[in-house]
């Protein structure tokens, strides 16, 4: 007797069970997860219990299926948004599971875009014959809305909150960098400027930079920064040629590349003391993402990733990519478990542990 009641009671534990699963599993006609569902730390049920199941491989992993331009982490740092060659927004794990596939909200002429690191939101810039198109993207609930033909060079604050840029006339060649919400409005004019192609970085709260990103390898350009109300103009590089800068997450410091003698030089510099180095590899600074640790950057020089100790300049091959590379793009995740990249077009994941 005590035997035929313990086995039904673990009948009923076990039908249970599988119901229970079967609601979070299968529940809805659609199980993919809502754009809502991968917002920050708002995972769902159903993205927990895959998760757990499923162990990255310790090898390259394509995400796209289509040609990618542009893409952003999602802020929960366990996903990735990006526009395919058709306008299509898809959201996919990091181990290239597709999560979420929108319908075509954009021209399938994408040429590249920014995005917020805690808000699900970007920016992104079309090209057709009609010129250069901007539109505010919110990916939470699929608002578009265009941005004044004058916005360039545009980049997130730290919080994700608001932008700056460069706003330029053409017609009269004059421009200011500026401030504003995320979709432009509310702008406040920091500075005055004439610079065409400035790349405007927003470091931390109270820190701006800006330089001429010139592809003039005769061209000498110099690096500036000011506080959040256009006030305290200093410079913090100058006379260099084909310039590129990358801050890192702290703002703090920066890994900066010039030309010399037709070869690109990286160095570190840390901006409070002018601590400078040279990091002894032949790239460019955009070739290179910072991590989270504010110490070490990963760099793509030669069909290899190396990851590089700006303190010590310790160097370490990471991967080694097979045939042709155009590679462009590099982040680490927040969760310092993956490398992306765009190469030829095409969006990869590589794990880091």
């Not at 014959?129 to 033909?149: Q, T, W």
Request: charged fraction near 25%; charge should be negative; include cysteine.
């Amino acid at each position: 007797m005590i035997q035929k009641v313990v086995l039904i009671t673990v009948i009923v534990i076990l039908v249970g069970t599988l119901t229970l699963l079967a609601v979070f599993y299968f529940g809805g006609n659609d199980t993919k997860q809502t754009i809502k569902d991968l917002a920050g730390d708002q995972v769902s049920l159903i993205s927990r219990f895959t998760d757990t199941i499923k162990e990255p491989g310790k090898t390259l992993t394509r995400i796209s299926s289509d040609g990618v331009s542009t893409y952003g982490i999602v802020p929960n740092g366990r996903k990735v948004a990006f526009f395919d060659s058709n306008g299509i927004f898809k959201i996919a794990d990091l181990i290239g599971n597709l999560d979420y596939e929108g319908e075509s909200t954009l021209a399938n002429n994408i040429r590249d875009g920014v995005w917020s690191l805690t808000e699900m939101k970007a920016i992104i810039t079309t090209v057709s014959s009609d010129g250069v198109r901007r539109v505010f993207y919110d990916y939470r609930n699929g608002e578009v809305d265009s941005i004044n033909d004058g916005i360039q060079d545009i980049v997130f604050s730290r919080d994700g909150k608001r932008i700056a840029y460069n706003f330029f006339d053409e017609a009269t060649y004059e421009g200011n960098i500026s401030i504003s919400k995320a979709d432009g409005s509310a702008y406040v004019m920091l500075l005055k400027t004439r610079l065409l192609d400035a790349q405007v970085d927003w470091p931390k709260d109270d820190l701006i930079t800006f330089y001429k990103r010139s592809s003039n390898p005769k061209e000498r350009v110099e690096l500036f920064k000011m506080n959040n109300k256009g006030e305290e103009l200093e410079k913090i590089l100058t006379d260099k040629l084909l310039l590129r800068v990358l801050w890192a997450p702290d703002g703090k410091s920066l890994i900066y590349s010039e030309n010399t003698d037709d070869q690109n030089h990286l160095y570190y510099k840390f901006i409070e003391s002018g601590e400078e180095r040279d990091l002894d590899i032949n790239v460019m600074a955009d070739q290179c993402a910072w991590s989270k640790t504010n110490i070490d950057i990963i760099c793509f020089d030669n069909n290899r990733f190396y990851k590089i100790n700006v303190l010590d300049n310790s160097k370490k091959e990471v991967y080694k990519l097979h045939g042709e590379a155009d590679v462009k793009n590099l982040t680490i995740t927040p969760t310092e478990d993956y490398l992306l990249f765009i190469n030829n077009g095409q969006l990869y994941s590589l794990p880091l542990r």
